[in-house]
């Protein structure tokens, strides 16, 4: 089983690309809640991990996870609103953020209680790590389980018009790492971080997965291997759950291989790490191929990468 905590929200989309006056349409959102929904594509077992509002766009959000095959029992309802992220999409196909957050329900997301005997990792990422008093309640979650063998994944996602204090942002950050199995971040998120890899390593992860668009995947190990592959070459529709997506297929892709506990990354050696990045560069380029976070379905992606052979 994979957990994945985090926010779920809406975004609104614009219709036409460069135009910030053209009609938006809701789709169902967040980094984590992408994550969880490729999962699930992916043939995983996952469990959406969250507070999801009562109202009908979360009741539409909860309505897909089901769908998805995303186990929802530790998904918490509340009455007040929906997040709402306005997105900006440029001619490329890149999309930027606004968020409408103020007295959302996933900000008042609570520690749950003992997660299934079975799981074998839990993602965070996105806004859920900013947002108080949610933040606080993440943050203990990830502490709590990674002190019981889980391997923890983190993709900081990073939302720069949310944080209010960067530097103090910037150390929270570091406190994570000792408890952080595997790291992924875009190489955009690096260079706002401070881009120090070695640093990071040397704080805790095994391993350090970098995006960089187009140009591919590049993972930084902690015995000091660096392994790349490159990206896919596709029509970019937007760029939407792309992230999220290489999440995912990271995860499952290392899930398949039993590689989901602390320390089992420091065993996946160059071929391997080209298969799974190769494997999570693909996914990412079939969501960037269509409209939104459309992460793709197993049987749209080669078995190479996911055997675990």
């Not at 929200?9 to 219709?15: A, C, F, S």
């Not at 992220?85 to 196909?93: L, P, Q």
């Not at 990674?146 to 944080?163: E, K, T």
């Not at 960037?288 to 459309?294: I, L, N, Q, V």
Request: proline content about 6%; overall charge negative; hydrophobic content about 45%.
């Amino acid at each position: 089983m994979i957990v994945v905590a985090g926010e779920a929200l809406i975004d609104l989309v614009p219709q036409t690309r460069g135009d910030v006056l053209t009609p938006l349409l809701p789709a169902r959102g967040g980094g984590p809640y992408n994550t969880a929904i490729a999962l699930g594509r992916l043939g995983a077992e996952v469990s959406f991990c969250s507070r999801i509002s009562s109202d009908g766009f979360g009741g539409a959000l909860v309505e897909r996870l089901e769908e998805e095959k995303v186990g929802t029992g530790f998904v918490q309802r509340g009455p007040e609103p929906t997040t709402l992220a306005v997105a900006s999409v440029d001619a490329g196909g890149s999309a930027s953020y606004s968020f409408y957050v103020e007295g959302s329900a996933d900000r008042l997301f609570e520690v749950p209680g003992e997660l299934p005997a079975g799981t074998r990792a839990l993602s965070f990422g996105t806004c859920s790590l900013v947002l108080e008093p949610g933040a606080s309640a993440y943050e203990q979650l990830m502490r709590r389980e990674s002190a019981r063998g889980i391997f923890i994944a983190l993709d900081p996602n990073i939302r720069a018009g949310l944080i209010q204090d960067a530097d103090a942002y910037r150390a929270r950050f570091k406190s994570w790492l000792p408890h952080v199995s595997l790291l992924k971040l875009s190489e955009e998120d690096a260079d706002w971080l401070g881009y120090d890899v070695r640093g990071w390593l040397a704080a805790g992860p095994a391993a350090v997965v970098v995006t960089r668009g187009g140009d591919g995947l590049t993972v930084f190990a902690r015995g000091g291997e660096e392994f790349s592959v490159p990206g896919e070459k596709v029509e970019v529709v937007d760029t939407i759950g792309a992230g999220d997506t290489v999440n995912a297929a990271l995860l499952h892709a290392l899930a398949l291989r039993g590689l989901l506990s602390p320390g089992a990354l420091e065993t996946l050696g160059h071929e391997g790490w080209s298969e799974v990045l190769g494997f999570a560069a693909r996914a990412a380029a079939v969501t960037c191929s269509r409209a939104g976070a459309e992460p793709p379905y197993a049987d749209e992606l080669p078995a190479s990468g996911v055997s675990g052979a």
